[in-house]
T-cell receptor, first 114, second 114 residues
Framework: GENVEQHPSTLSVQEGDSAVIKCTYSDSASNYFPWYKQELGKGPQLIIDIRSNVGEKKDQRIAVTLNKTAKHFSLHITETQPEDSAVYFCAASRGTSGTYKYIFGTGTRLKVLA | DAGVIQSPRHEVTEMGQEVTLRCKPISGHDYLFWYRQTMMRGLELLIYFNNNVPIDDSGMPEDRFSAKMPNASFSTLKIQPSEPRDSAVYFC????????????FGEGSWLTVV
């Protein structure tokens, strides 16, 4: 069936360094790829998303890249700060009515060391 | 906007008891989702509704689980009878269908069945 693989499962970086999280999806019909950040005791919150007609999107220190041919997409966080410490989830979706499902990755626990 | 509102935030119940989790989606959203999160299985979609109608309940684990959406501003997820393996965080989420497809999550209901 459809699945999304996410790596690494844990990631520790020094404050100020960059962090990269990678996801690979299996459903070639996927066309919408959101990233969520989940802090301890809270629900996942959308931080950035990208559609299949775009190769890269940036929002301040966060960027997402998409390679449709290889079916993988990545989250890049630059100049990491302690408040970036959280669990990050990628997801893939077809985004069409009637098949409104996200397939989530297994999550990456990011620790930013001060 | 108040966001997706869930209650209760925490519930501890004895095995065999009925549990009812409640959700108020974001006003105007036409999709509502129930997810379950565990360490072992990550984020699992249990069921989702479109315009109050259940569209896909293939993720509901057993007949002990049921969900209703009597109107656009309220949904319940019921477990009867509850079992220890149902212990998890249950998230309600909502979305406005269409091009963006972003799903917004509530803070979750932390269920412990002893």
């Amino acid at each position: 069936g459809e699945n999304v693989e996410q790596h690494p499962s844990t990631l520790s970086v020094q404050e100020g360094d960059s962090a990269v999280i990678k996801c690979t999806y299996s459903d070639s019909a996927s066309n919408y790829f959101p990233w969520y950040k989940q802090e301890l005791g809270k629900g996942p919150q959308l931080i950035i998303d990208i559609r299949s007609n775009v190769g890269e999107k940036k929002d301040q220190r966060i960027a997402v890249t998409l390679n449709k041919t290889a079916k993988h997409f990545s989250l890049h966080i630059t100049e990491t700060q302690p408040e970036d410490s959280a669990v990050y989830f990628c997801a893939a979706s077809r985004g069409t009515s009637g098949t409104y499902k996200y397939i989530f990755g297994t999550g990456t626990r990011l620790k930013v060391l001060a | 906007d108040a966001g997706v509102i869930q209650s209760p935030r925490h519930e501890v119940t004895e095995m065999g008891q009925e549990v009812t989790l409640r959700c108020k989606p974001i006003s105007g959203h036409d999709y509502l989702f129930w997810y379950r999160q565990t360490m072992m299985r990550g984020l699992e979609l249990l069921i989702y509704f479109n315009n109050n109608v259940p569209i896909d309940d293939s993720g509901m684990p057993e007949d002990r689980f049921s969900a209703k959406m009597p109107n656009a501003s309220f949904s319940t997820l019921k477990i009867q009878p509850s079992e220890p393996r149902d212990s998890a965080v249950y998230f309600c989420a909502s979305s406005l269908g269409g091009l963006r497809n972003t799903i917004y999550f509530g803070e979750g209901s932390w269920l412990t069945v002893v």
